[in-house]
């Protein structure tokens, strides 16, 4: 199972990024994936998951409302839209799979990529 999250960088308040996340080494639409994000010194939080086929989201309450989770299974790929950046959203962020279908961030997953850092500030 391989995981690599790519596009954080900086951004100022009230702005916007993408990440992306490349799958490989599994049958990716048979998975939901999640987004996990940790700022050091603090334990790993769920920020978002999506169900294998994308019908399906859950989202922590600090980012519902700005942040989307979506997923292309024909690329292999799932994605983070933030919207609406806070410098509380600065961490280094995470995707996930935990080689189930449940929808759910309630604990933590087997399986973690590399990680990009978010960093929000003016």
């Known amino acids: 199972v391989q995981l690599q999250a790519s596009g954080g960088g900086l951004v100022q308040p009230g702005g916007s990024l993408r990440l992306s996340c490349a799958a490989s080494?599994?049958?990716?639409?048979?998975?939901?994936i999640a987004w996990f994000r940790q700022v050091p010194g603090k334990e790993r939080e769920g920020v978002a998951c999506?169900?294998?086929?994308?019908?399906?989201?859950y989202y922590a309450d600090s980012v519902k409302g700005r942040f989307t989770i979506s997923r292309n299974n024909a690329a292999n790929t799932a994605f983070l839209q933030m919207n609406s950046l806070k410098p509380e959203d600065t961490a280094v962020y995470f995707c996930?799979?935990?080689?189930?279908?449940?929808?759910?961030?309630?604990?933590?997953?087997?399986?973690y990529g590399q990680g990009t850092l978010v960093t929000v500030s003016s």
């Open positions: 999506i169900s294998p086929l994308g019908a399906g989201t």
């Open positions: 996930a799979t935990d080689m189930s279908p449940v929808v759910t961030l309630q604990y933590e997953y087997d399986y």
């Open positions: 080494g599994f049958t990716f639409n048979d998975y939901a």
